[in-house]
């Protein structure tokens, strides 16, 4: 950001447009994200279960670490 817009680069193709300018106001949601992120990747209702599904279960209650995580997503991303 320039402290004006943010820039939003769109290499999904989802949209035709590559680039564009975004006020903070017309950043998109989470929920917006996330449905993009959805469609671009062919992730249907069936599959989003086994997305948002917790992959590492500790009796502990510890989590994995943030690098840990992104490993896990990458994975399975594939």
């Not at 950001?1 to 564009?20: K, P, Q, V």
């Not at 590492?56 to 209650?61: E, F, L, P, T, Y």
């Amino acid at each position: 950001t320039n402290g004006d817009s943010f820039m939003e680069h769109d290499r999904s193709g989802t949209t035709r447009t590559l680039e564009r300018g975004l006020s903070l106001t017309a950043f998109p949601s989470p929920d917006m994200l996330w449905k993009k992120y959805c469609q671009w990747k062919g992730i249907d209702q069936k599959a989003k279960q086994v997305v948002l599904q917790d992959y590492h279960v500790d009796i502990n209650a510890k989590k994995p670490r943030y690098y840990q995580l992104n490993a896990i997503n990458r994975t399975i991303e594939c």
